[in-house]
């Protein structure tokens, strides 16, 4: 029974670390689309989101059967309830790709006016997120506390990326209004993978949970 | 001990629903605030969203102890993990209604230029994100089905709101420089609001779900 029982939690963590694995490469996507002003990419980042919401779906069922057949406790129980509220903030992430692809979209149809500082500090915000969600994933899988509190000490550089961005914008869009609808747009995706960057946190206050059986607030 | 479980529940009910009245206080307030310029509102707004954060920490160990102790299944269990997922949506809401007041705060600092006609647009908008978070608490505590079918409708509304307060902004932007930086704060804050009503619409789901066993997409 507990042999049946460590399989399915196998598979359970399993399908979580694929969706994490997915969710990154939609964010990886959709930030390649917006540097490379990939129309066909950003669609395809938005195709592929149902995907995403069918897996948190799936992962939800399975979590309910393994609490109702199994009827675990503590430490099982807490992983199974990691695996359920972690699953929402993947489906975040992955709906604020989606919005990253749809303003690709958007601009490319606009023809706005970019400004190509901005874009390569979005290009360093987004490797700076990458980073944290590849590296949530891996402490999740290892159980690794250390590197979840590393993780969640960057959240503060992407904040600050988004402050610069956002200043940054505003100031040029103050002075040409040829800028003013891509800015925009700029401003937003800042927006978006800083809120990425809070709900890898939140994976990571996670990880700590398991660990240690307390919610605690990181960064 | 049938009964006390019973009771148990309850009480998880009547602190999900404790709850969800504190975070539409905060988003009244955070938005009464911004229509008022009113700084110190938007203080008391940031400041009591430590308790909101509290509370789904209470909730989510509450609901835990429930599974544990009590090994619920099919209804229960569903109405547990309701509980669990929506809490979190709640407690974003609230997160929400946090950066709302501080573009208040940041906005009466700046001494930005204001439009008048979108700060109406945004105080209607308001109303009906108010409306949708009223009557969703309404719809979870009895359970009514319709009123969650009828609410998630709603969010159409909200999403138009934001469109049109978004395309109204940037052409003023686009042709008054001195109002750039205020602009980019009603964009934001229409997007905070469009964001709640999202949320709102995964509590409908939640509450289909109850009653059908099946998690779907609402609008």
Chains 1, 2 share one sequence.
Request: net charge negative.
């Amino acid at each position: 029974m507990r042999r049946i029982f460590d399989d399915e939690l196998t598979q359970m963590n399993a399908q979580f670390t694929k969706m994490g694995f997915k969710v990154n490469e939609a964010i990886l996507k959709a930030v390649k689309a917006f540097i490379n002003h990939d129309k066909a990419l950003a669609t395809e980042v938005k195709e592929n989101d149902k995907d995403i919401n069918a897996m948190e779906v799936e992962l939800e069922l399975f979590c309910f059967q393994l609490i109702a057949l199994q009827q675990p406790v503590s430490a099982d129980l807490r992983s199974i309830i990691t695996v359920m509220k972690a699953s929402s903030d993947l489906e975040r992430m992955g709906d604020h790709a989606v919005s990253i692809a749809r303003s690709v979209i958007r601009v490319k149809e606009e023809h706005s006016k970019r400004i190509p500082e901005v874009e390569v500090q979005i290009g360093e915000m987004a490797e700076v997120v990458k980073q944290m969600v590849e590296q949530s994933i891996d402490a999740y899988v290892r159980g690794d506390v250390e590197l979840a509190k590393t993780i969640a000490t960057k959240d503060s550089i992407v904040d600050e990326y988004f402050v610069q961005i956002n200043r940054f914008c505003l100031k040029e869009m103050a002075s040409d209004p040829a800028v003013v609808f891509g800015g925009a747009d700029y401003i937003l995706v800042a927006g978006y993978l800083e809120r990425i960057g809070d709900y890898v946190t939140n994976i990571c206050e996670r990880i700590l949970y398991l660990q240690t059986g307390k919610i605690e607030e990181l960064n």
